[in-house]
């Protein structure tokens, strides 16, 4: 069942949301060589928490799951591509890529936001995914507009990113958000143009475009939670919450990176 939510409603949406892409910038400016994936995680918490807002993460369960997560971040690094679990023994270095998926709570709703940064510098070819995964992003936000279909954003997202030769990732789609983390629709990475839930006026949804060098087939690592790519490659991660209005859709995140 989708939610409609109200102009309040997306005011508040929108004020978790801002604190959402404060967390996203300024986690930045502390990527670097040498740093853990657990000061990352680390890192966030402290900042939702200095700003009033609740890390949504922490304590959710996934329908996949069989226990709650247990951090505030899924940092995802190179060929892992969601759900990585922040660790102590996980360095980063020059050339990796590093994707942080985070949740805000806030006065009751929830926003959700990912940036895939490098680590210093990157290979060309890691580069070019970094681009057209968050062009592919803005390719489907594009498209979130009342009288099309999520369809329209699957289509344009995976067509996108195709034309490049890369492939999206079709195990995790995107989702409606509000009182929940996870709420209808799901929107998929890639599928058919005019096909799917009509878009309304109201709609908040998540659009996370998640895109691998190689197949984008994906497998499980034995922690549970960590999803890789099955051939090793490369994957990056980019979200934004997204509401839809009359006048076109507005990003509720603007990490603007
Ligand atoms: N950010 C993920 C999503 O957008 C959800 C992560 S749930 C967690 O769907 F439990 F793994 F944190
Ligand atoms: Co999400």
């Known amino acids: 069942m989708i939610i409609i939510k109200s102009k309040e409603e997306i005011e508040l949406i929108r004020e978790g949301g801002f604190i959402l892409a404060y967390v996203l910038k300024k986690l930045a400016e502390f990527i670097r060589p040498g740093i853990t994936t657990w000061a990352i995680d680390k890192k966030v918490e402290e900042m939702i928490r200095e700003k009033g807002a609740r890390p949504a993460f922490k304590g959710y369960k996934p329908r996949f799951a069989s226990e ?9 690094v190179n060929e892992e591509v969601v759900h990585g679990l922040p660790s102590k023994k996980r360095v980063l270095k020059e050339g990796d890529i590093v994707s942080v998926d985070v949740g805000v709570l806030y006065k009751g709703y929830y926003s959700d936001a990912a940036y895939t940064y490098s680590v210093g510098e990157v290979e060309e070819r890691i580069k070019l995914l970094l681009e057209v995964t968050k062009s592919a992003l803005y390719k489907g936000i594009e498209k979130a507009v009342i009288g099309n279909r999520v369809g329209d954003i699957s289509y344009a997202i995976g067509s996108y990113v ?5 492939n999206p990732i079709k195990d995790y789609c995107g989702h409606g958000v509000g009182k929940h983390l996870h709420e209808d ?7 058919e143009p005019g096909k799917g839930e009509p878009l309304k006026e109201g709609m908040v949804i998540a659009i996370e475009p998640m895109v691998a060098i190689g197949s984008g087939n994906i497998m499980l690592k034995n922690d549970g939670w960590t999803a890789v790519t099955s051939d090793g490659s490369y994957s990056a991660h980019f979200e934004h919450t997204v509401a839809i209005f009359r006048d076109g859709p507005k990003i509720l995140t603007p990490w603007d990176i």
């Open 162 to 166: 195709k034309s490049y030769g890369f």
């Open 68 to 76: 709650p997560y247990r951090f505030a971040t899924c940092v995802s």
């Open 185 to 191: 629709p799901s929107i998929p990475n890639d599928g």
